[in-house]
């Protein structure tokens, strides 16, 4: 069992940063994949990011490369979601989500264990 916390949401402009952090209960953090994902007013929720445990490697949505980091510390228990040159788009509910697989990392139904979210409003 898993358990996951979500902080570091906000309001923020336009251009400006914020990073999400991902809690996690539990001694085999370390043998999940971890993914964020977002889910706006009306919208279903869709993939942000993930990083494979076995290896790290990460991925990305086409509409936050370059602009979103994914990261872990294992030691910390803990994922991260750094965003900068945020978009009033990105304005959503971010969710973080815990696997032990190792594919099929950008869809909701590969996750196990789920966060309560965290809101992200990015104003004009």
């Known amino acids: 069992q898993v358990q996951l916390v979500e902080s570091g949401g906000g309001l923020v402009q336009a251009g400006g940063s914020l990073r999400l952090s991902c809690a996690a209960s539990g001694r085999t953090f370390s043998r999940y994949s971890m993914g964020w994902f977002r889910q706006a007013p009306g919208k279903e929720r869709g993939f942000v990011a993930a990083i494979r445990w076995t290896d790290d490697r990460t991925y990305y949505a086409d509409s936050v490369k370059g602009r979103f980091t994914i990261s872990r510390v294992n030691a910390k228990n803990t994922v991260y979601l750094q965003m900068n040159s945020l978009k009033p788009e990105d304005t959503a509910v971010y969710y973080c989500?815990?696997?032990?697989?190792?594919?099929?990392?950008?869809?909701?139904?590969?996750?196990?264990?789920w966060g309560q979210g965290t809101q992200v409003t990015v104003s004009s």
């Open positions: 989500a815990a696997s032990p697989t190792t594919s099929g990392l950008d869809f909701a139904t590969t996750y196990n264990y």
